[in-house]
């Protein structure tokens, strides 16, 4: 699968890679209304990865429904609608909105999002609110609905729970992790919001070791994210437990790594003499 934000609406990339081979499209983030993002500059280089703060720019559900669904209704991939609110009642009516939209197979909800309503903390950091919008957006629809993490918590097995409990019938993890640079000739923030997510090579221990400890705490399955780069980052999110991958950052320095790790996987999985991924996943947890 793609990661949100990385793949644009996948129709960005149709001309670069196979596509309709992807076992899922999940496109950028939604909000009701279009949006601007963050001032510039909104992304930074750093060792083995990126800083974002892209502020989720966006069309808005009724371009999306419009103009992008239309189109995904002709895929064979599915395609997989990111939405993110700032009141539990935006994403409940996001999700009411798009259930039953042609073109629109599921639900990521990006829970990484300020609750204007009650301080600004992200719905994402504590169990009861991250529940909250999960029971809100499983009302409004009989699609799909994968939950999208935060990373940065104290405890996430507590808020993968929670989110299970909620009725999330997958869980993809992780987020970016919160992050800043500095421009030491300027004496200032590089990035324009001052803060922002890392995201790429340089996450995907704090990744792999996140899909680990809630793989072993939930039953629903487990979609690992963070730091993909090669067939063999994905490969050890599948054994330790994920039961499918999505691949973000490294899609800008290399627009074919979804296909090349699907296609790693699968000489991987004849090389080895190997039935279905399914039997690798989790294979390397102990006991
Ligand atoms: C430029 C950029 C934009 C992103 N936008 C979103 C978004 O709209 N919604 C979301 O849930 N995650 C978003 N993410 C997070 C990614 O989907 C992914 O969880 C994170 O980058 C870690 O994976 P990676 O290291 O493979 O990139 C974004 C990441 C980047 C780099």
């Known amino acids: 699968m793609t990661a949100s934000g990385t793949f644009g609406y996948g129709t960005e990339y149709e001309g670069l890679v196979d596509i309709q081979r992807l076992g899922a499209i999940v496109c950028k983030g939604i909000f009701m209304k279009p949006r601007e993002g963050n001032p510039q500059p909104r992304v930074a280089e750093t060792a083995s990865g990126m800083l974002n703060a892209i502020g989720l720019q966006g069309i808005g559900v009724e371009a999306l429904i419009k103009d992008k669904a239309p189109v995904w209704a002709e895929w064979k991939v599915p395609v997989i ?18 259930d039953g939209v042609p073109g629109v197979s599921g639900l990521e909800v990006n829970i990484s999002c300020p609750n204007v309503k009650s301080g600004g903390a992200e719905f994402g950091v504590r169990p009861e609110s991250a529940a909250e919008v999960t029971a809100a957006v499983r009302k409004m629809t009989s699609l799909p609905v994968l939950v999208k993490l935060t990373p940065n918590v104290t405890d996430i097995v507590s808020i993968a729970a929670a989110v299970a409990e909620a009725g999330a019938d ?39 070791y996140m899909v680990y400890r809630v793989a072993g705490a939930v039953k ?19 054994m330790a437990g994920a039961s499918a991958v999505e691949v973000g950052t490294s899609s800008f320095t290399n627009p074919r790594t979804t296909v090349e790790v699907l296609e790693g996987i699968e000489k991987f999985l004849a090389d080895q003499k190997v039935d279905g991924i399914t039997d690798l996943v989790g294979i390397a947890r102990p006991g």
Do not use: H, Q
Not at 172 to 191: F, H
Not at 220 to 238: K, N, Q, S
């Open 81 to 98: 609608v990111n939405i993110a609110g700032e009141t539990v009642e935006e994403y409940a009516s996001l999700a009411r909105i798009l």
């Open 220 to 238: 629903i399955p487990v979609i690992g994210c963070g730091g993909i780069a090669t067939v063999y980052d994905a490969l050890e999110f599948i």
């Open 170 to 208: 997958a869980i993809t993890l992780i987020n970016t992790l919160k992050g800043m640079a500095i421009d030491i000739k300027k004496r200032k923030p590089v990035l324009g919001n001052v803060t922002g997510g890392l995201s790429g090579p340089a996450i995907k221990p704090v990744a792999l």
